[in-house]
């Protein structure tokens, strides 16, 4: 079970701040061909993204229970 | 706790009592506020969004890589969330050092990091609409999908 956290546009798209998803996956590209997938109108680029809190890239591997998060382009201050 | 996410009015003095210290003697504060006009456009207001275990790590973290920098500045930073009318205030970052150009220099290095790391987002709703801000002039984009600076631990 992966655990998903949307922000922004992200959870606009998917319609939902958080998903748990039953997915056999190994990184974190193979999450975003999936979501692609369902979600064709999602836009990656220049969207990062963390495992449990901590940034992390394409081929950062995920297991069950991590969490995964998107973070679109970030506008604080 | 230095590093905050809160959905209540900030009040500067808070943040500036944090990084009172004897060995100090400057104290900068930069205050971020809603402005009401973007390129001409009408802000209404904001809704402020953030990942908050997440922000108050990177927040943290922007606290350490000052103190490496700085070594003897003192950190307080707090930020905003959820709706924000134009004139109230989304950030104050104060920094304490023993001398004036380092507390000015720290300040300025925190917000561009805020800018750069810290996962908050802004939605701005205008007269005719809204969008969420992520494309802002300022902002940089990594197109490796990965700030720099940031390490993978």
Known sequence: MINLLLFANFQEVIGSKALSLELNVNNILELKNYLLSKYPELDFNFVMVAVNEEYATDETVIKSGDVVAFIPPVSGG | ?153
């Open chain 2, 1 to 153: 706790m230095n590093f905050e996410i809160t959905d209540k009015p900030i009040i500067t003095q808070d943040i500036i009592n944090k990084v009172v210290d004897r060995n100090a003697g400057a104290v900068t504060t930069f205050i971020g506020t809603v402005r009401e006009l973007t390129k001409g456009k009408k802000t209404l207001f904001l809704i402020y969004e953030a990942y908050e275990k997440m922000a108050v790590k990177q927040l943290s973290r922007i606290g350490d890589e000052i103190i490496e920098k700085w070594p003897n500045a003192k950190v307080a930073i707090t930020h905003r969330v959820g709706k924000l009318e134009i004139t109230d205030i989304a950030v104050v970052i104060a920094v304490s050092t023993p001398h004036r150009k380092d507390a000015y220099d720290a300040n300025e290095y925190a917000i561009e990091r805020i800018k750069q790391i810290v996962p908050i987002w802004k939605k701005e709703h205008w007269e005719d609409g809204e969008t969420w801000v992520g494309n802002q002039l300022e902002t940089e984009q990594y197109p490796t999908g990965k700030p720099e600076g940031v390490s993978h631990d």
